[in-house]
Antibody, heavy 122, light 105 residues
């Protein structure tokens, strides 16, 4: 079974940085694009970033462009989100999500982790 | 950026049919995906285009400026938030709809 386990969330002050990790198992990790999707408390889903199977294609939401970096280590079956210059509006549950396809763009999100909570507050 | 608009809520009786719409400019030219999120849970895709076992009760249609998710023979377990999603090639970004809460009366 596909498993996606996020870690690295927590309470962080505005302006600071945080790195999220996602450990993937149960599928051939380097055959698929991966994404981060977030959900602020009581709000809807917001795509944050996506990365193709070979890291050649990467995309970001306007709200995080220039502040967040996405990366993957196919040898370790892991996905990462480096978040810097964090703002209170970045407070959300961050989901690691598997794409149905190898490339970013055809995208269907077929498996989701349970999420890791990031709270940005002083 | 591309905007997807959904009605905030839909109410339906058990056994009846629920229709959830997702509006966007020329959305009929895009591939639309639908997700169900039950309270306290992570979202799941409700129509998996990669599956060899199509859903018996969930179906989708898409034309013009509106995509529709139809839930047939609604069950209490279908009570959830539903989100549509597309990939916007102009901005190279994934876009979610605003979400529709389905309440089973």
């Amino acid at each position: 079974d596909v498993q996606l386990v996020e870690s690295g969330g927590g309470l962080v002050q505005p302006g600071r940085s945080l790195r999220l990790s996602c450990a993937a198992s149960g599928f051939t990790f380097d055959d698929y694009a991966m994404h981060w999707v977030r959900q602020a408390p009581g709000k809807g889903l917001e795509w944050v970033s996506g990365i193709s199977w070979n890291s050649d294609s990467i995309g970001f939401a306007d709200s995080v462009k220039g502040r967040f970096t996405i990366s993957r280590d196919n040898a370790k079956n892991s996905l990462y989100l480096q978040m810097s210059s964090l703002r209170p509006e970045d407070t959300a549950l961050y989901y690691c999500v598997k794409d149905t396809y190898m490339i970013v763009g055809a995208t269907q999100l077929d498996h989701w982790g349970q999420g890791t909570l990031v709270t940005v507050s002083s | 950026s591309f905007v997807l608009t959904q009605a905030p809520s839909v109410s339906v009786a058990p056994g009846k049919t629920a229709r959830i719409t997702c509006g966007g400019n020329n959305i009929g030219t895009k591939s639309v995906h639908w997700y169900q999120q039950r309270p306290g849970q992570a979202p799941v895709v409700v129509i998996d285009y990669n599956s060899d076992r199509p859903s018996e009760r969930f179906s989708g249609s898409n034309s013009g400026n509106t995509a529709t998710l139809t839930i047939s023979r609604v069950e209490v377990g279908d009570e959830a938030d539903y989100y549509c999603q597309v990939w916007d090639i102009n901005s190279d970004q994934l876009v979610f709809g605003t979400g529709t809460r389905v309440t089973v009366l």
